[in-house]
């Protein structure tokens, strides 16, 4: 089953449960989402055709004061200004063509 990747907003007191849930399963917050989502939407969207992946945690060593929950938002960030940079330079280099043709 194909994933999407979406950006959620939750009120503070429902984030504050899931991430509880999640640490108190052992589980990655978004799998303690989805299970919460499918427990709410009744036994249909419970059962999946597969077993869920299995998740292997890694430290990977990141300075304190680096929000681990917001590391999603940050790729979102840098995704757009790589867009922005792009579109900028290609507009340059317009610009400098025109100018040469003159």
Known sequence: MPEMRTTLTLDDDLAGLLKRRAREFGIPFKEAVNR???????????????????????SFGFRPGIDLDKLGQLADELEAEAFAEKIHDSARRKRSRSRAQR
């Open 36 to 58: 919460t989502i499918r427990a709410g939407m009744g036994e249909a969207a419970a059962t999946r055709p597969y077993p869920a992946p299995k998740t292997i945690s890694h």
